[in-house]
Nanobody
Framework: QVQLVESGGGLVQPGGSLRLSCAATGIRVSIDVMGWYRQAPGKQRDLVATISTTGRTNYADSVKGRFTISRDNAKKTVYLQMNTLKPEDTAVYYC?????????WGQGTQVTVSS
């Protein structure tokens, strides 16, 4: 049974920082791609960032320069360091992991940026 276990969501002030973690269990092989998506109420689910096994990264334009994605291949864990947070970053953040051709998704963790 494949599971992606997320942690680190919560309430933060504008301009503050938060670090999300996601650990994959039940996957016996290396994970091709890990990443994060987010979805605000009534809106589409959007890509935030991805990272390959070699460390190549991809970011949405809206988070470039503020967010940093990283991974620990031995722990099968992906992280998202979020700095200079804005109210527009408020959303449910979903972890995902791809073992081609299958994508696995986490349960989501709420991030709220508010004064």
């Amino acid at each position: 049974q494949v599971q992606l276990v997320e942690s680190g969501g919560g309430l933060v002030q504008p301009g503050g920082s938060l670090r999300l973690s996601c650990a994959a269990t039940g996957i016996r092989v290396s994970i091709d791609v890990m990443g994060w998506y987010r979805q605000a109420p009534g809106k589409q689910r959007d890509l935030v960032a991805t990272i390959s096994t070699t460390g190549r990264t991809n970011y949405a334009d809206s988070v470039k320069g503020r967010f940093t994605i990283s991974r620990d291949n031995a722990k099968k864990t992906v992280y998202l360091q979020m700095n200079t947070l804005k109210p527009e970053d408020t959303a449910v953040y979903y972890c995902y992991a791809v073992v081609f051709p299958t994508a696995h998704w986490g349960q989501g963790t709420q991030v709220t940026v508010s004064s």
